[in-house]
């Protein structure tokens, strides 16, 4: 069972910055995508950004250009950088890991950290 802890929410005014961190522990096989998600009060979960072991990343049009996402594969954790941030990136944003077992891919979350821009 993996498990994912993050770290690095927060307030913050508009235009400000924050670093998120997300942890995995619990297995030794490789983590095939880490990335981010978050969910605003009233709204679907989306994907923030993700990147995967050989580091390609991906990212939803509204953050492209002011959040980065990386990660140290050697300690199983994953990075977003957030510059410039607006109200509208105020929500819950979760870890999210997938794992590739025997042709199967498992889907882990974290619990989730605040992550609140004041005008």
């Known amino acids: 069972q993996v498990q994912l802890v993050e770290s690095g929410g927060g307030l913050v005014q508009a235009g400000g910055s924050l670093r998120l961190s997300c942890a995995a522990s619990?297995?030794?096989?490789?983590?095939?995508?880490m990335g981010w998600y978050r969910q605003a009060p009233g709204k679907q979960r989306e994907l923030v950004a993700s990147?995967?072991?050989?580091?390609?990343?991906n990212y939803a049009d509204s953050v492209k250009g002011r959040f980065t996402v990386s990660r140290d594969n050697a300690k199983n954790t994953v990075y977003l950088q957030m510059n410039s941030l607006k109200p509208e990136d105020t929500a819950v944003y979760y870890c999210?890991?997938?794992?590739?077992?025997?042709?199967?891919?498992?889907?882990?979350w974290g619990q989730g950290t605040q992550v609140a821009v004041s005008s």
């Open positions: 999210n890991a997938a794992v590739g077992v025997g042709g199967f891919t498992y889907t882990y």
């Open positions: 619990g297995t030794r096989r490789s983590i095939n995508t």
């Open positions: 990147v995967i072991r050989g580091g390609s990343t």
